[in-house]
């Protein structure tokens, strides 16, 4: 979609508050900008234009006079992906010189894959109104869904249906981890029509990749590479005898609570023999671990392969091998850069978000590096299978001198 020239913005902000304009003085309330944008993204009226929040601007339509810093512009461009709007939306942050008036500018376009949330509400525009979608309105935005433009993670899966998957679950753990208790409360919709709203079954009730991958009875009968493969090697070569191995299967949070509990395990019995002690040896920050563990879950390749993600315990080092390659706007130069984020499974990234297996998108990286140092470890090394094109993400975790 063509970007929003001056001119264009000009005519936007002299219109006043529409169904694709909203004004703000400053970002004091950075919810309240959320959830304009999580309005704007959702495009109830489907109008298929951009929306656009103006920042900088009283609601007259008189300069506010802010100062409109490159911070106040990297803290409005980390809505996007910092956990607060699921799934992720589509926008560009800039500043804007319009009728003599320094703004910042959110230009907002309308998701394929309705209805997007925040905290756990979905927020829609109508006219110059804004609040949260009513149960009809909702199932409105999930219709607008354009499935043949839905990453693989969003796409139903041929043959399944709801019997494979853990209804349950749904309802007692899915629903009231990714949706808030009073929205669930008020719209008492069908389990089905729930399903529908979340991006887990299509308009033929076919489960989605998301929905078999953390919901469904037998997750490997439809993915079979959708485990985690565990190895403990007794020497630091992978021809050395084997400790422990266990192939982990399962649903996601399933999998990655037992491979939390085998790597908290294998980092409590480590032992260093003194001369008259033994003394536990916190050899690896078990966050570290856990933060690389995961996004090679989350950021891995479900389509097309029957790899599972590698995790090798070393008697020096641990290795992880995500079989997925580097997605979009993250290559080999720019991986790990801030602001550097894209997404191969959204929807899985918005479970896993609310499951609480990720904090803040974005910071996974970071936070393995403080871990790291503040652990006395090395920082990690990464490497990409074939450099050119990457397919395979390896990355190296050395044991505490």
């Known amino acids: ?76 461009g980390q809505i996007r992906d ?81 019997t494979d998957l853990d209804l349950n679950r749904f309802r007692l753990e899915y629903l009231p981890l990714l949706v808030s208790s009073d929205s669930i409360a008020q719209n008492e919709r069908t389990t089905e029509q729930q399903l529908r709203a979340l991006r887990l079954i299509d308009a033929n009730q076919v489960p989605t990749t998301t929905a078999i991958l953390m919901l469904g009875k037998s997750p490997q009968g439809w993915i079979p590479g959708a485990s985690i493969a565990w190895r403990r090697v007794a020497g630091s070569s992978l021809t050395d005898s084997t400790l422990d191995e266990r192939v982990l299967t399962g649903t996601i949070p399933d999998q990655l609570r037992r491979i939390d509990e085998i790597m908290d395990s294998s980092i409590s019995n480590s032992v260093e023999m003194g001369p008259t002690v033994h003394a536990r040896s916190q050899g690896y920050p078990l966050q570290a671990l856990q933060q690389l563990v995961r996004n090679a879950v989350m950021h891995r390749s479900y389509d097309g392969t029957t790899s599972p993600v590698r995790v090798t315990w070393y008697s020096d080092r641990v290795e992880i091998l995500n079989p997925g390659g580097l997605y979009g706007a993250v290559t080999p130069a720019t991986f790990g850069l801030p602001g550097y984020t894209d997404y191969r499974n959204p929807t899985l990234a918005e479970a896993l978000k609310g499951y609480g297996f990720v904090e803040r998108f974005g910071q996974g990286l970071e936070i393995v590096r403080g871990s790291l140092l503040a652990n006395g470890n090395p920082s990690p090394e990464f490497s990409f299978q074939p450099p050119e094109a990457p397919v395979w993400v390896h990355v190296t975790v050395r044991r505490q001198p």
Not at 30 to 42: K, S
């Open 1 to 76: 979609m063509a970007a929003l020239t001056d001119q264009e913005l000009e005519l936007l902000l002299g219109a006043g508050e529409t169904d694709c304009v909203e004004r703000k003085r400053n970002t004091s309330d950075l919810d309240r900008v959320r959830e304009a944008i999580c309005a704007f993204a959702n495009d109830l009226s489907d109008r298929r234009r951009p929306g656009v929040v103006f920042i900088g601007v009283e609601d007259d339509g008189s300069c506010a006079h802010i100062p409109i810093t490159d911070q106040l512009l990297t803290n409005l």
């Open 82 to 162: 910092d956990g607060g709007i699921t799934p992720f939306p589509s926008m560009e942050v800039r500043r804007a010189v319009l009728k003599g008036c320094t703004l910042a500018v959110i230009i907002v376009q309308p998701s394929d894959n309705p209805p997007i949330r925040t905290r756990g509400r979905s927020w829609v525009r109508v006219g110059p109104r804004r609040a949260i979608a009513t149960p009809d309105e909702e199932r409105r935005l999930v219709e607008k869904r354009r499935w043949g433009n839905l990453p693989f993670d969003a796409q139903p899966i041929p043959g399944a249906g709801l």
